[in-house]
């Protein structure tokens, strides 16, 4: 067995001393979106420093736990917190807890972010449903040597959100009245936002949101055949002519106001699933 398959079975090995349940959806939740954990059914929480191989959350609001669970009884397991490429960790650790999910028996992955809208019809508190991604990260988790069973050498990425769990959150949100925009999201290394001639650039190349997460474990979900849905809440405008400085708190806070809307959509998508 490879190395990386070694890791894997490590965690699991952990894991397994809790459940012996296979779990058919995996959550990330991003900055200021952890509420949905208040809708899990939780069995278990374990925080990362107990899973080997596990990085640690080390941003503000990124809790750093793995929640085992149900919602509308089906199994799901929850990133309580994520990893970014800006702190410093491999794309292969960013993504490594998804390699985990895959073991676990997850077949969909829901995940969400904040981001920075550059689409002028977008607003602050919006949510847009992820239709397909740029990677300007600089990197991808899958170079390196290919791990056969885990996926293919060269996956396919014409589909990288499923289009029908996309149009399984559309019907979600307009039967719940709340309004939803789709769009293409680019990733960018961060740490820092940026400057108003970056955000020129990536309108122009077709971007509606930016965010310095989600890409990496999109692809790694891709290649060991998970499906996969995607959330952006909008948290701050980022429109060249009018840019204005932008406060972290200000972002979480505009996040976890909007963050019910989106917990609602993907409460009702689970069930239906």
Known sequence: MSELINKINETLSVIRKYTNNEYEIGIILGTGLGGLVSEIKIEHEIDYSKLPHFPLSTVESHKGKLILGSINGKKVVAMQGRFHYYEGYSMQQITYPVRVMKFLGVKTLLISNACGGMNPQFKRGDIMIITDHINLLGDNPL???????????????????????????????????????????????????????????????????????????????????????????????????????????????????????????????????
């Open 143 to 273: 170079i390196g040597k290919n791990e056969d069973e885990l996926g293919p050498r060269f996956p396919d990425m014409s589909e990288p959100y499923d289009y029908k769990l996309i149009e399984l959150a559309e019907e979600v949100a307009i039967e719940n009245k709340i309004k939803v925009q789709k769009g293409v999201y680019v990733a960018v290394p961060g740490p820092n936002l940026e400057t108003k001639a970056e955000y020129r650039f990536l309108r122009n190349i077709g971007a509606d949101v930016v965010g310095m997460s989600t890409v990496p474990e999109n692809i790694v979900a891709n290649h060991m055949g998970i499906k996969v849905l995607g959330f952006s809440i909008v948290t701050d405008e980022c429109f060249p002519d009018s840019l204005k400085p932008v406060d972290v708190k200000e972002i979480i806070e505009t996040a976890m106001k909007a963050e019910p809307k989106m917990t609602l959509i993907m409460k009702e998508v689970i069930k239906k699933l």
